[in-house]
């Protein structure tokens, strides 16, 4: 069984850092693309950065220059770290993985709760 397991969340104030991990297990296949997302209350839940298994990645443009993505492949991990937070960074942050093209399904985490106070 697939599972994704993120940790690293948790509360900061407005300028402050945080780096979330996100561990995948379960699969024989290997990883195709992570990816984080988040999901701010009353809101859907929209991309943060993909990180492709070529190498490329993609960000938002409200986190560009902010944020940093990046991709362990022998350890099945991939992390998030989040600098200059804003308040309206402020979601429950989910990890995404796919195992394409062997397996088609999308996989996610339970997430985890980031809250920046001003």
């Known amino acids: 069984q697939v599972r994704l397991v993120e940790s690293g969340g948790g509360s900061v104030q407005a300028g402050g850092s945080l780096k979330l991990s996100c561990a995948v297990s379960?699969?024989?296949?290997?990883?195709?693309?992570m990816g984080w997302y988040r999901q701010a209350p009353g809101k859907q839940r929209e991309l943060v950065a993909i990180?492709?298994?070529?190498?490329?990645?993609i960000y938002a443009d409200s986190v560009k220059g902010r944020f940093t993505m990046s991709r362990d492949n022998a350890k099945n991990t991939a992390y998030l770290q989040m600098s200059s937070l804003r308040p309206e960074d402020t979601a429950v942050y989910y990890c995404h993985a796919d195992f394409r093209p062997h397996d088609t399904r999308d996989y996610w985490g339970q997430g985890t709760q980031v809250t920046v106070s001003s």
């Open positions: 990180f492709s298994r070529g190498g490329s990645t």
């Open positions: 379960g699969s024989i296949f290997s990883i195709n693309d």
